[in-house]
């Protein structure tokens, strides 16, 4: 029997916060309603929230072949030190030629491979964006 990929969506609410100079929280509030749209105020904290409406995406209906299988994508918020962190361990692991073997395995995990060089850059320039 034939296989196919369905996407689906969810309304999802991206988090924001700012740091709001105020006299009571009340004022806070009101001052975050008038500069809502104000983008150098807000910072993204990496939450996600999703809610009750679902749509599968009908003209994106395509068919696959029998081996077929969707990898999880990981979304995670990380800090500005975290993130430095991350891009500093990538670019080690192109620049290191030896790997000890259970630093090998985790980067593994299981798949046959780790990733090449110009997937090292994509990865740590979407990281940088």
């Given at each position: ?82 993130r ?20 090998h ?25």
């Amino acid at each position: 029997m034939p296989k196919f990929r369905v996407l689906k969506g969810h309304d999802a609410w991206v988090v924001y916060e700012a740091i709001i100079e105020a006299d009571c929280a009340e004022h806070a509030e009101e001052f975050a309603y008038a500069d809502r749209h104000a983008s150098e105020i807000w910072t993204a904290t990496g939450d996600i929230r999703e809610f009750d409406h679902c749509e599968v995406f009908e003209n994106e209906i395509e068919l696959v072949e029998d081996d077929e299988t969707v990898e999880e994508i990981k979304t995670i918020a990380v800090t500005g030190p975290q993130r430095d962190l991350i891009l500093a361990a990538l670019r080690l692991w192109q620049h290191t030629a030896i790997i000890p073997e259970e630093i090998h395995d985790i980067a593994v995990n299981d798949r046959g491979r780790t990733l090449l060089g110009s997937e090292i850059d994509n990865l740590c320039e979407a990281i940088n964006q």
